[in-house]
């Protein structure tokens, strides 16, 4: 509720309220549908998270690789495997590893099922190389919490100063790689529908910070047009903003 009254402060009690119990419906419908991805078929996965693939393949033809931006979006677990189905590139996910081993074992088999690999943000760099020569599209979680906020760019979200991690932002710089944000709809309980968005195909060219704030600004917009699938009990707002130790953009 705290974070609804950030994102929405124009709304008033009851409807932060409806927010709230849509929210906590979707998040247990979120969690059995990932158990389910451990056994589902490539054709049901097909019928229930569909979209414009076509989008990211027909950037293929180009030579260029690819980056997806995604925000904490129900099902975020299904996306990942339907991209792994659909899509040309090879598809490269970069995640955090949990801290349970046995829990940790469980996800990495889920959501490498399709062939997807897993890159740790912990070791990017080195899990990273042996595919950087190769075709790829990588996918990042771009409102993940930044590991360390002194090195992260604080940018205005729904208008609060929030640190978010500069890794995708200079992944895109560093790879010369098309920007797309993954903007997400729940149509009905495990059906989902995802579009596409061309975010920038030439990061070098953008001042520091600026494709960051343009998935900024398309989280917030994917979160206004269904607030109640996005992960609200993430503490995303958690820090504060310190001009002595902080950087904004």
Known sequence: MANLTLAFPGKNYSEKKAI?????????????????????????????????????NNYYATGRNMQLHLGHFFNWEYANLALSI????????????????????????????????????????KEFRPYSKERFSLVFA??????????AYWLPFF?????????????????????????????????????????????????EGELTKRMIKCIEENIKEQPEIYLWTHRRWKHQYDASRHRTL
């Open 142 to 151: 771009g409102d993940q919490s930044a590991g360390n906020i002194n090195t």
């Open 20 to 56: 709230a119990k849509k929210f906590y419906k979707n998040f247990t419908e979120n969690f059995i549908e990932t158990i389910k991805l451990l056994s589902i078929s490539k054709k049901q996965l097909q019928k229930r998270f569909v979209g414009e693939f076509d989008t990211v």
């Open 159 to 207: 208008g609060k100063l929030t640190p978010f991690v500069t890794g995708p932002e200079k992944s895109a710089r560093l790879n010369n790689t098309i920007a797309l944000y993954a903007h997400f709809n729940k149509v009905k309980r495990g059906h989902y529908t995802i579009k596409f968005y061309e975010m920038t195909n030439d990061a070098k060219s953008l001042a």
């Open 86 to 125: 659909q899509s040309k590139y090879p598809v490269l996910v970069i995640y955090l590893p949990l801290v349970n081993k046995a829990m940790d074992k469980i996800f990495y088999k889920l959501r490498t099922r399709f062939n997807a690999k897993l890159i740790a943000a912990t070791s990017y760099l």
